[in-house]
T-cell receptor, first 115, second 113 residues
Framework: GNSVTQMEGPVTLSEEAFLTINCTYT??????LFWYVQYPGEGLQLLLK?????DKGSNKGFEATYRKETTSFHLEKGSVQVSDSAVYFC??????????????FGSGTRLQVQP | SAVISQKPSRDICQRGTSLTIQCQVD?????MFWYRQQPGQSLTLIAT?????????ESGFVIDKFPISRPNLTFSTLTVSNMSPEDSSIYLC??????????FGPGTRLTVL
């Protein structure tokens, strides 16, 4: 079946360190891929997305590239800040022609950035 | 984009009671979704609600426990019935006005004593 696997957290980094959060997926067809972020005490926000192979989503210094050959969508940021401390969720949505339009989420990865 | 509001934002309820959560979208949408996020966990889809038809429930969720209404294209409710402490979670509604991007409401934080 369709699923999303994320690296387990928490991930603890010092400010200005490089961040990678791994995400791989299994899905029938070619899903769209997303990263959502949940800051402490807040709701879920879309961080970035990619809808086809080799697309790169980017936002707020974060990037992720849709790699069909490795079925991956790893999240990266060159220099993290304390304000990036949050839980990050990788997610996919089935192709339009399946008629099933709900998101499948990974387990979430908590990022803690220390000053 | 879509702006989604939920009511209540949080509640503390007694075991055995029921709570109805409201979700309002600022535009007409075909599909609305209800998710549950248990403490420290990821989001799990409860059901998909289309206007004018019965909601479609995911494995492990049943209509008697989580009845859903979808009276029009901008509104839905989820009721958590006969609550137990295991129902303590954040409940989120969401929709996607376009082909892909899905937007979420702020969530309803439910604590069952």
């Amino acid at each position: 079946g369709n699923s999303v696997t994320q690296m387990e957290g928490p991930v603890t980094l010092s400010e200005e360190a490089f961040l990678t959060i791994n995400c791989t997926y299994t899905a029938t067809g070619y899903p769209s891929l997303f990263w959502y972020v949940q800051y402490p005490g807040e709701g879920l926000q879309l961080l970035l997305k990619a809808t086809k192979a080799d697309d790169k989503g980017s936002n707020k210094g974060f990037e992720a590239t849709y790699r069909k050959e490795t079925t991956s969508f790893h999240l990266e940021k060159g220099s993290v800040q304390v304000s990036d401390s949050a839980v990050y969720f990788c997610a996919l949505i089935w192709p339009v022609d399946t008629g099933r339009r709900a998101l499948t989420f990974g387990s979430g990865t908590r990022l803690q950035v220390q000053p | 984009s879509a702006v989604i509001s939920q009511k209540p934002s949080r509640d503390i309820c007694q075991r055995g009671t029921s709570l109805t959560i409201q979700c309002q979208v600022d535009s007409q949408v075909t599909m609305m979704f209800w998710y549950r996020q248990q403490p420290g966990q990821s989001l799990t889809l409860i059901a998909t609600a289309n206007q004018g038809s019965e909601a479609t429930y995911e494995s492990g969720f049943v209509i008697d426990k989580f009845p859903i209404s979808r009276p029009n294209l901008t509104f839905s409710t989820l009721t958590v019935s006969n609550m137990s402490p295991e129902d303590s979670s954040i409940y989120l509604c969401s929709t996607h006005p376009g082909l892909d991007t899905q937007y979420f409401g702020p969530g309803t934080r439910l604590t069952v004593l």
